[in-house]
């Protein structure tokens, strides 16, 4: 088991979920952002997919005779992406689950809801973490989600599946920590291209198998020697999310000399930093492990500070040179936080550059100038 053969099982993925389908089986979408249980999904008998394509303008564009412009370019892709009905994995779904987070993604559910495109399951998240009542507001509303999916596959969500599925993505992640671990080093085995790609893969692909993949990959490349260069600038990129195929800035760093060694983004360590629980009440570990746990996002209230924290445990833990922020048009909450990083960061002198993009070629000319210019100077400061 290697990336080629993880290639050519997400290429005939299509054909293995349509057939699936023909059997009677269902196909449940899910949009990114670390709150939607795919165990639950799973354990419900259904195939989860996660909806993260983005970096196609086209798809950004078509949307708009739909939704304005100060939608963000990832949630007008996802529109797109359905209108164009170029994608097979956005054709096929049975039923969205649509975390109710920031108002570009709500307004996607919307849409697909006006157009009857599907079965919409809105999951409200709290808009701050920590309380008794948002706690138990979300673990009530996971619990309506499993009624929903039971009925949707007519199949009871048992204490016995919903652990083992549980156990199965925990594998996942846990096998994904450890391949991200490594670029602590100078032999991350994988450039970050390719670990994205990978973190991609795992949204998409069955689940045992990416296990097999997984575990194949971290064999291969936890004794690799050394591969970055000491006088290469190491990167941590922060951000909502990079889409699958919106692969630019990752393209940059690595053509202007630089290497980012960790991410904090929705694909990043906040997907598979902490595992959940499997002991005791299941919808309780759930709960913790989808909106305590894991890091917030920024529509949340007081989280900015908590990803401070982590982000400076990450620039330690991976000896990061400087932080470029990455972010879409549009997308005011991170965009808000992006000058109160700016500023904590740089009372460390720990250089930091926004990037902002809409997906267009326009604007990937003057980010690569931008981007080169920053890891130039990363190189200066450390001869």
């Known amino acids: 088991m290697d990336i080629k053969s993880l290639d050519e099982h997400l290429k005939n993925r299509p054909t293995q979920l349509m057939e699936a389908k023909e059997k009677g089986g269902k196909i449940v979408g899910y949009f990114p952002g670390n709150y939607v249980p795919e165990e639950l999904i799973y354990a419900s008998g259904a195939i989860p997919i996660c909806l993260i394509h983005g970096g196609n303008t086209q798809s950004a564009e078509v949307a708009l005779s739909l939704v304005p412009q100060v939608i963000c370019p990832f949630a007008r892709a996802q529109i797109g992406e359905r209108l164009l009905q170029q994608n097979p994995f956005y054709r096929m779904i049975d039923m969205l689950v649509a975390p109710v987070t920031c108002q570009h993604l709500r307004k996607v559910a919307e849409i697909w809801e006006y157009r009857n495109e599907m079965g919409i399951f809105k999951l409200g998240i709290p808009q701050q973490y920590g309380n008794d009542f948002e706690v138990e507001y979300f673990k009530n509303r996971l619990t309506t989600l499993k009624d929903r999916l039971q009925i949707l596959t007519n199949t009871e969500i048992t204490d016995e599946n919903l652990g083992n599925a549980i156990k199965l993505y925990n594998r996942i992640r846990e096998l994904l920590r450890k391949i991200s671990l490594i670029r602590q080093t100078d032999s991350p085995g994988l450039n970050t291209l390719d670990f994205i790609k990978l973190n991609h893969a795992s949204f998409y692909a069955d689940p045992e198998f990416m296990v097999d993949v997984l575990e194949s ?3 291969e ?3 690799k020697q050394p591969t970055i260069e000491t006088n290469t600038p190491r990167i941590l990129l922060l951000g909502p999310n990079i889409g699958f195929g ?3 800035v990752l393209e940059m760093v690595q053509l202007a000399g630089g ?9 990043g360590v906040r997907y598979y930093w902490n595992d959940i629980d499997t002991q005791g009440d299941l919808f309780q570990a759930l709960t913790k492990g989808y909106l305590i746990d894991r890091l917030p996002c920024a529509f949340m209230r007081n989280s900015a500070k908590k990803r401070l924290d982590f982000t400076m445990k990450l620039i330690k833990d991976f000896n990061v040179s400087g932080v470029i922020w990455y972010e879409l048009l549009c997308c005011e909450t991170y965009d808000s936080e992006a000058y109160y990083f700016a500023e904590k960061l740089g009372e460390h002198n720990i250089p930091f550059l926004i990037l902002e993009s809409d997906y267009s ?3 990937t000319g003057q980010l690569k100038t931008r981007t080169r210019a920053f890891i130039e100077i990363l190189k200066g400061v450390m001869e």
């Open 217 to 219: 990959i971290y064999r």
């Open 221 to 223: 490349i936890k004794d």
């Open 246 to 248: 919106d692969y630019a």
């Open 259 to 267: 290497e980012i060694v960790i991410e904090e983004i929705c694909e």
């Open 361 to 363: 070629t326009a604007v």
